[in-house]
């Protein structure tokens, strides 16, 4: 396939200067016979002296030797009609003066300033278009579609623009790259020419017609993206981007993955490294166990463990519908993958048993949980029976029948915690350390923040707000959270994972904590809206179980670093004494079952290290969204 030709704008300018002299003859030639020529050439010399002296830097001037006229448009044409009105006014006014200085010839005819810009306006201005035309003409297999341009000439967009170009179905069609490699500037891809840095992007956007931007750096961080989303809003120019680099791990690069820039992708953090040797040596050829594997953060650990190919994997969840899904998706992307739904409620302990008696998982990664702060502040009971006795009974499982290794999803909502589903949690962390300690096998847990996307959390909600038209709310204008995307997090959580010895607390480096309002306000500006005119925000208040802003430790507790720059060892952690601990397991479980929330809140206040539940005001069923 053949691209545009870039003219160069020497030969623009070359062309110029003899369109000038043809003009100024052309004048002369029809203000008077042609027999007359020879009288007036001495004016003509004179005149197309001037004239050149004039319109050439006029037209400097006005841009006309900066732009790639293959691509001019009706904004072109006014642009060269208001250079050529301007230097010819220019020329007319200097004539005009040396006419009444005496200082012209004889013989000058003042009506051919007149005709001289008729002249140059036709000519000027049509072999610009005649540029676009042969461009046109012997590009026009490239140019057919939405006129594309693809931000980064790496393998992502490489492979973008070769995928656009081969794909008739696609009716979109690459004009050219951007890309801050100084090796790659004015050189082709597939005939796709780099025509500047990515910060030349509003220029680029003013100066051609481009009917859609993709951003093709899975890697980029969110702060590029960020800079590149602004820009084509304020320009009016959709853009879509490839997913980032752990959205594509098992996957391929494709224009099937170019989506809408989303939330997730202005949070993205730079790409940290995995050591692919410590990870694939813990999951390839093993039997793998995942629950909650139809959940949010479940599902993307079974997608990214697949990758390493386990010999077995199972999906384990209470959820038919969501973990039928995550078959589909996974039968799909890893055919060869041997994988196995299991229906169960990790409450259900002898059904636990069944399934690690039948499929004997080497590891298993625990991702089960009641999760949603303020219902859990509802449903004490429930908190307690799942997050705390369903990780017991699965722990037991474990132990029983040999589990090598496992790890338990864990949050920051667990350090101090003023909710119960913080407080359960903690709790559930307490009962892996202590069968880590007992068991001497790897066990351990991963603490982290917020994930965008998740079932249930904030930004669904926020969308859904922003669809109905408004307002948005938030709880408080100054409400924080730690924030990260669902691979990301998976991606370090299995790193962890692969890290533990035994009895460890990995946290995950967060980054710094978004502020909730900032965060709708981009939602706002991603839905093409204007926070505050198009779509309200209204202030609702605190939520009970929440927080400010969240920890990922508390004082007494002192860390270390870990051989990956993301993710840090809990060196300190409390004390977990096993007899105690079974018994306070035993004791919340009869509490649940006989209803007893009052009870249930006091004990969790006393035995969770630096909980204030009960500080917490009585839930409001109205508050609870």
């Known amino acids: 396939m053949n691209s545009r030709p870039f003219f160069r704008n020497r030969f623009v300018l070359i062309g110029d200067i003899v369109l000038i002299i043809v003009s100024v003859l052309g004048s002369f030639a029809l203000r008077y016979d042609v027999s007359q020529m020879p009288f007036y050439f001495p004016a003509i010399l004179f005149m197309a002296g001037v004239a050149l002296l004039v319109k050439i830097p006029t037209y400097h001037f006005f841009g006309l030797y900066r732009r790639l006229w293959v691509y001019a448009s009706t904004n072109e044409l006014k642009l060269i009609a208001a250079a050529v ?15 009444a200085a005496g200082l012209v010839l004889p013989g000058m005819p003042r009506t051919a300033l007149g005709i001289d810009w008729l002249l140059s306006l036709v000519l000027v201005g049509g072999s610009r278009f005649a540029l676009r035309i042969l461009g046109e003409q012997t590009g026009a297999k490239s140019i057919k579609g939405r006129k594309t341009l693809i931000i980064g000439a790496g393998d992502a967009g490489a492979l973008v623009a070769r995928e656009l170009q081969k794909t008739s179905q696609l009716d979109w069609a690459p004009i050219g790259f951007l890309d801050d490699d100084p090796a790659k500037q004015r050189h082709e891809i597939y005939g796709v020419s780099v ?6 992007l509003a220029s680029v956007l003013d100066n051609h017609q481009v009917d859609e931007v993709v951003i093709a750096i899975p890697s980029a961080s969110g702060q590029v993206l960020r800079q590149i989303t602004d820009v084509c809003r304020r320009k009016g120019v959709p853009s879509r981007t490839m997913p980032s680099i752990y959205e594509l791990i098992g996957g391929t690069v494709s224009v099937n993955r170019l989506r809408e820039v989303d939330i997730t992708d202005l949070l993205r953090r730079d790409p940290a490294t995995i050591d692919d040797r410590l990870v694939g040596s813990s999951l390839n050829g093993k039997r793998v166990l995942v629950t909650g594997a139809g959940g949010s953060i479940g599902r993307e650990l079974s997608r990214q463990i697949a990758r390493w190919s386990p010999s077995e994997l199972v999906l384990l969840g209470h959820g038919e519908n969501s973990i039928f899904e995550a078959l589909l998706e996974l039968r799909e992307d890893f055919p060869s993958i041997s994988l196995h739904p299991v229906i ?18 080497q590891v298993v990664f625990h991702a089960a949980a009641h999760k949603h702060v303020p219902l859990m502040e509802a449903n004490v009971a429930e908190a307690v029976t799942n997050n705390v006795l369903g990780t017991r009974n699965l722990v037991e499982a ?10 338990l999803i864990s949050t920051d909502k667990a350090i101090n915690p003023v909710s119960v589903m913080g407080a359960t949690k903690r709790l559930a962390e307490m009962i892996v350390l202590n069968a880590a300690h007992h068991a001497g096998r790897a066990y351990s847990v991963v603490r982290f923040g917020n994930v965008l996307g998740s079932r249930g959390s904030i930004v669904p909600l926020f969308k859904k707000q922003i669809a109905r038209g408004g307002p948005v709310t938030v709880t408080h204008p100054e409400m924080r959270r730690y924030f990260m995307t669902i691979p990301e997090a998976v991606h370090l959580v299995l790193q962890s994972a692969a ?4 009895g460890e607390v990995f946290f995950l480096n967060m980054g710094q904590p978004v502020r ?6 981009d939602l706002i500006r991603l839905s093409g809206l204007e926070p505050g005119r198009d779509i309200e925000i209204a202030f609702t208040g605190i939520r009970p179980g929440e927080k400010l802003t969240e920890e990922l430790s508390d004082e007494s507790m002192s860390f270390s670093p870990t051989s990956h720059p993301e993710i840090v060892r809990v060196e300190s952690d409390e004390a977990v004494d096993g007899g105690r601990l079974n018994s306070i397991v035993d004791e919340l479980g009869s509490l649940a079952r006989q209803g007893e929330t009052d009870v249930l809140l006091r004990v969790l206040d006393e035995v969770v290290p630096g909980a204030a539940i009960r500080s917490t005001p009585p839930p409001d069923m109205t508050s609870l969204v």
């Open 85 to 99: 009105t301007t230097a010819s006014v220019l020329t007319g006014g200097v004539m005009w003066g040396m006419i």
């Open 195 to 200: 025509i500047g840095k990515v910060a030349d």
């Open 344 to 361: 169960a409620d990790v409450r259900d302990e002898p059904r636990l048993e069944s399934v690690f008696a039948e499929r004997r998982p």
């Open 398 to 407: 474990a132990n029983r029948h040999g589990v090598e290794r496992l790890v």
């Open 499 to 502: 890290m533990g010895a035994g």
């Open 516 to 521: 909730i309002l900032d965060l709708a306000e």
